[in-house]
C-alpha cells in the first residue's frame, strides 16, 4: 500500500504510481459522495465515511456496497463536534480525504448565514486541525462555479478572479482561501480545489442517486418529481435571457464523470504537494427547455411546465472552461445530457420517495 502520508518532518509521497490508500470522505452518505465511494471502491482504495446524516441516509452506503462488493467504515460525527473528529483519525490511519461535508442551498444560506458560516467553515477547521495533527495532509475540496459570481465572462476560467454572491458561495470562496494559505505556508500539505459546475444524474444501476428533502431547488431533480407525479408542473425560471431558446444555459455534468474527476484529482495530487484548482464541467451549456426535452425521452412521455418569471440571483448562462483538469488530470466527461436524464430518471422511477419506502409526512406536493 503507497505510503503518501506526509510526516512532521515534511516527506513527500513516495511513489509515482498510486497504489491503494485510505481515504477519509466527509459527506460520504450525501449525493456526490456515495458516488465517489464507489468510484473510489471501484479504483481499490479504502473507504472511511464521515457524515453527520442532516442531509442524507446511512441507505446509500448499503446501496454502494451492495454494488462493490466492499464496505466503507461509516461514522455518525458532525465535523463541529471537534473531538468526535479527531476520534475518527485516531481510530483510522488516513491517507487523503474528499471533503463534501456542508450545507449548500444558496436560498437557506441567505436566510441563515450563521448556520452555514457555522456549518461549513468550522467544520472544515475542525477537519483539517484534526489532520494536521494526524499527519494527514492530502484533501480534495468541493468547492462550486458558484465562486465565479456575476461578473466574470464566460467560459469560466480558473484564473479568474472569484467572488461569489451569496454566503454559501463565500463559504466555499473562504474555504478555498484558507486551504490556499494553509499550502502557502506549508508545502507539505497537497490540495485540490474542484469547482463542480452542474451536478445531475446518478449511477446506472438505478440503485443510488440524489434524494433531495422537501421541495428540491435544482432543475433535474425537480423535473425528476413532476415525471414521477410527486410535483404538478415545472416552473421555468425565465423564458426572456438572451439565449437561443430564451431560457438559462448551465454546464450538467454527470455524478459519476464528476466522482471519477475526484478520484483523478486525488492520484494527481497524491504525488504533488501544492494547491491546485480545477474546474470539472463538460465545457458546454444546455437550456432549461433543452434539460427538459432530453428527460421527457428518457421518461417517453411530455412533462408538464411553465413558464414564469426569472429567479433571483440566476445568471443567463455559464458554462466551465474544462481544459485544465484535461490537460493537467486527462479527465473530462463522458456522459451526454440525454444520459444523465435517462440515469437520473430510472433512480426516480425506481425510488419515487429516494431512500424512502415512502412519501415522508412533511413531502407533500408544491
Ligand atoms: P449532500 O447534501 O447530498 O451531501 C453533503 C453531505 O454532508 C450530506 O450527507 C450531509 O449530511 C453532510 N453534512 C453536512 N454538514 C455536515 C457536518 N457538519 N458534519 C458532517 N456531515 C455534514 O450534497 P451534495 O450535492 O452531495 O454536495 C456535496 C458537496 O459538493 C457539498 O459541499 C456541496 O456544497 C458541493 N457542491 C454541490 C453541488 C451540487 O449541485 N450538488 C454543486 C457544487 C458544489
Ligand atoms: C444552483 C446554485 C449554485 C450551485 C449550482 C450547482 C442557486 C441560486 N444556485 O445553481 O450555487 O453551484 O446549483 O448545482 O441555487 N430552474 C428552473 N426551474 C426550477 C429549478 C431551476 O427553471 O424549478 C432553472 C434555473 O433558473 C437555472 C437552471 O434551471 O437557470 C438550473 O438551476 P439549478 O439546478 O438551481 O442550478 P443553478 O441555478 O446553476
Known amino acids: ?35 465517489t465511494v464507489l468510484s473510489l471502491q471501484e479504483a481499490g482504495h479504502d473507504v472511511v465515511v464521515l457524515d453527520n446524516l442532516v442531509n442524507s441516509s446511512e441507505e446509500s452506503l448499503r446501496r454502494v456496497s451492495e454494488l ?14 471537534e473531538p468526535a473528529v479527531e476520534a475518527v483519525f485516531d481510530q483510522h490511519q488516513i491517507d487523503a480525504v474528499i471533503h463534501f461535508a456542508g450545507l449548500k442551498a444558496v436560498g437557506e444560506s441567505v436566510q441563515e448565514p450563521l448556520a452555514y458560516y457555522y456549518n461549513n467553515i468550522v467544520g472544515t477547521l475542525n477537519l483539517l486541525r484534526a489532520m494536521d495533527k494526524h499527519n494527514v495532509r ?14 466574470n465572462p464566460i467560459p469560466y476560467i480558473e484564473k479568474m478572479e472569484i467572488g461569489a454572491n451569496n454566503p454559501y458561495g463565500r463559504t466555499k470562496e473562504q474555504i478555498e482561501d484558507i486551504l490556499s494559505d494553509l499550502g502557502n505556508a506549508d508545502d507539505r500539505w497537497h490540495i485540490a ?12 444501476s438505478g440503485r443510488i442517486g440524489e434524494d433531495p428533502q422537501g421541495i428540491p431547488n435544482n432543475l433535474v431533480p425537480f423535473i425528476a418529481q413532476v415525471a414521477v407525479g410527486r410535483r404538478e408542473k415545472l416552473m421555468v425560471f425565465g423564458g426572456d435571457y438572451d439565449t437561443p431558446d430564451g431560457t438559462a444555459q448551465r454546464d450538467y455534468i454527470h455524478v459519476v464523470d464528476l466522482a471519477d474527476g475526484h478520484v483523478a484529482a486525488l ?11 480545477w474546474n470539472l464541467g463538460s465545457g458546454r451549456g444546455s437550456s432549461v427547455l433543452e434539460v427538459l426535452r432530453s428527460f421527457e425521452k428518457a421518461v417517453g412521455q411530455p412533462i408538464p ?17 474544462a481544459s485544465s483538469a484535461l490537460a493537467d488530470l486527462g479527465w473530462s466527461t463522458t456522459k451526454t445530457v440525454d444520459q444523465m436524464c435517462e440515469d437520473h430518471w430510472r433512480w426516480q422511477k425506481n425510488n419515487p420517495y429516494g431512500y424512502n419506502a415512502a412519501e415522508p409526512a412533511a413531502a407533500s406536493n408544491a
Open 1 to 35: 500500500m503507497l505510503q503518501h502520508r506526509s510526516t512532521e518532518s515534511g516527506v513527500a509521497p513516495i511513489s509515482a504510481s498510486v497504489g491503494t490508500m485510505k481515504i477519509l470522505v466527509t459527506g460520504g452518505t450525501g449525493y456526490i459522495g456515495s458516488h
Open 68 to 81: 462493490t462488493g466492499k464496505t466503507a467504515a461509516f461514522h455518525q460525527v458532525d465535523l463541529v463536534d
Open 138 to 151: 492530502s484533501i480534495v475540496f468541493s468547492s462550486s462555479a458558484t465562486v465565479y459570481g456575476e461578473h
Open 193 to 204: 480545489l474542484l469547482r463542480y459546475f452542474n451536478p445531475v444524474g446518478a449511477h446506472p
Open 267 to 277: 492520484n494527481y495530487i497524491a504525488e504533488r504537494a501544492g494547491v491546485r484548482r
Open 305 to 321: 411546465y411553465e413558464i414564469t418569471g426569472r429567479r433571483a440571483g440566476d445568471l443567463p448562462a455559464f458554462w466551465a472552461d
